[in-house]
């Protein structure tokens, strides 16, 4: 992962924000948008993008876009940072590889309490059935 290439890779569109805000918010566009173009990018190895792929499958969009909007501050340029930082973060997140899990047997006093308890169980059920008078 090369952080020049990806930063130099990214693309940002300001936009007016939603919701109510008045006279401000009808003027100034302070909503950013960050889209990324995982496909073609070049700052990941092949092998670094099959697990950004398998990773990230939910937040990518058909054409493997990676989008993300901030509209939190009234500054453009603290909406521009917030978008970048959540960006990043995904992206290290995403290529994180979880370690395998190795199958394990119980260990001998754990079978033990799991048939003790089994067992409670199954004598406590018994004492709420109907007696038997034959």
């Known amino acids: 992962?090369?952080?020049?290439?990806?930063?130099a890779e990214?693309?940002?569109?300001?936009s007016r924000s939603s919701g109510p805000g008045g006279q401000h918010a009808n003027k100034v566009s302070s909503k950013v948008q960050l889209v990324f173009d995982l496909e073609n990018s070049k700052a990941f190895t092949e092998e670094e993008k099959l697990i950004l792929f398998k990773n990230?499958?939910?937040k990518l969009t058909k054409e493997n876009y990676i989008i993300i909007f901030s509209d939190e501050s009234r500054s453009q340029h603290k909406n521009k940072e917030t978008v970048t930082d959540r960006f990043l973060k995904i992206i290290h997140r995403g290529l994180v590889v979880p370690k395998e899990r190795k199958a394990t047997k119980p260990n001998i006093s754990s079978i033990k309490k799991r048939l003790e308890r089994k067992k409670k169980q199954a004598y406590k059920k018994a004492l709420r059935r109907k007696p038997n008078l034959d």
């Open 1 to 7: 992962m090369n952080q020049e290439i990806i930063n």
């Open 10 to 14: 990214l693309k940002y569109t300001a």
């Open 56 to 58: 990230l499958k939910n």
